[in-house]
């Protein structure tokens, strides 16, 4: 039996299609982080058994619909691009400190720090490994995108240099961190389908967009009081003075006008929240304050621009599932 896709999709056939597609990638995904070492392999499937959307996959296999779909080398590349975001989770989790990922406490507060990191490596290495047998153009789209996610998180780390403004910075950040697996998904999808270089472009300007708008959206999910959209304990960012666009824009706001309610939400963001109830009073006041509607404007407007992109692609229920699936990116967060 297949599973739902984790996004809806315009047309039912379409979908159906899809979702045994999807229990194929699945299958892949498991024997790719199987390893013989019982401790290694219980790590290594972690995140992958947790769950979790298959958006990256997903966007594979649906952009390879703009061509032959059925093709062999798309299921592989649905597997890369999973088993690239679920290495970069282990090691997302053991800088942001985040005790939950997908609902389940995360791999570094199972096994360590060390563990989550080496098995972040080990995934990244199959990945590789299974890139390679797509060719030497995919390895380099690999690659490429492996850099962009490095360089992510390392300006996420760094923060932006005096006199840039933290805002762009941040945009930039999302557009590495995230945006660009996204895009190489979408990218990956349409190349193994065989379509046309335009197409291939045109795919992963898209999935650029919507990739920033994604994470925006989830600025927006993690205010959530109860955490039940994203799997994770709400306010970590806040907690671990992580950046989001919606603090952003507060200290943006509070800089140029110099409210006193903006001030001391500022303040109360910039003050120790290690305490639960500290933590929770941060999160409630910063989630009813109008830059939260703000930041889900800036992912409704990525969106806008992310569909328009796709104007040269034929009509049918392969483009109007594109629209669909990036309407409900950032629907989540309504």
Same mark, same amino acid.
């Given at each position: ?7 809806p ?45 298959r958006l ?14 059925s093709?062999d ?26 005790p ?5 406490p ?17 995934l ?57 697996l ?34 925006l ?11 039940t959209?994203?799997?994770?304990t709400?306010?970590?960012d ?41 933590l ?5 006041? $910063?989630? *009813?304050?109008? /830059? ?6 800036? @992912?409704l =407007? %990525? +969106?806008?621009? &992310? ?5 040269? $692609?034929? *009509?049918?229920? /392969?483009?109007d599932s594109?629209?669909s699936? @990036?309407? =409900? %990116? +950032?629907?989540? &967060?309504?």
């Amino acid at each position: 039996m297949t599973s739902p896709t984790a996004l809806p999709l315009a047309d039912p056939a379409l979908a159906e299609r899809i979702a045994g597609r999807l229990d194929l990638v699945e299958s892949r995904l498991h024997d790719a982080a199987a390893y013989a070492d019982q401790l290694v392999d219980d790590a290594a499937h972690h995140l992958a058994d947790a769950g979790g959307k298959r958006l990256r996959p997903m966007l594979t296999l649906l952009a390879a619909e703009l061509g032959d779909g059925s093709r062999d080398e798309v299921l592989d590349a649905a597997v890369v691009v999973e088993l690239t975001h679920l290495a970069s989770l282990y090691h997302d989790d053991v800088m942001d400190s985040a005790p939950l990922r997908r609902g389940a406490p995360a791999a570094h507060e199972v096994w360590g720090n060390s563990v989550a990191i080496l098995v972040g490596d080990l995934l990244f290495s199959r990945a590789s490994t299974t890139v390679a047998g797509l060719g030497p153009e995919a390895v380099k789209i690999q690659a490429g995108t492996f850099e962009r996610l490095c360089l992510g998180q390392l300006h996420e780390s760094m923060g932006p240099a005096e006199g840039d403004d933290p805002v762009q910075h941040y945009l930039r950040v999302l557009a590495d961190k995230t945006a660009s697996l996204i895009a190489t998904s979408a990218r990956l999808g349409a190349m193994y389908g065989g379509c046309d270089q335009a197409t291939v472009e045109t795919v992963a300007a898209f999935g650029e967009r919507i990739g920033v708008a994604f994470q925006l959206a989830d600025d927006v999910i993690d205010l959530s009081l109860d955490g039940t959209l994203s799997g994770k304990t709400p306010g970590t960012d806040l907690r671990e003075q992580v950046p989001t666009m919606p603090v952003l824009l507060l200290r943006e706001r509070a800089a140029r006008e110099s409210r006193p309610a903006d001030l001391a939400l500022v303040e109360l963001l910039d003050s120790d929240l290690s305490a639960d109830q500290d933590l929770a009073r941060a999160v409630a006041e $910063l989630s *009813a304050h109008e /830059v939260v509607e703000e930041t889900r404007a800036r @992912a409704l =407007a %990525l +969106v806008d621009e &992310a569909v328009a992109l796709l104007d040269p $692609l034929p *009509a049918g229920p /392969v483009k109007d599932s594109f629209i669909s699936f @990036a309407e =409900a %990116l +950032v629907n989540r &967060a309504s």
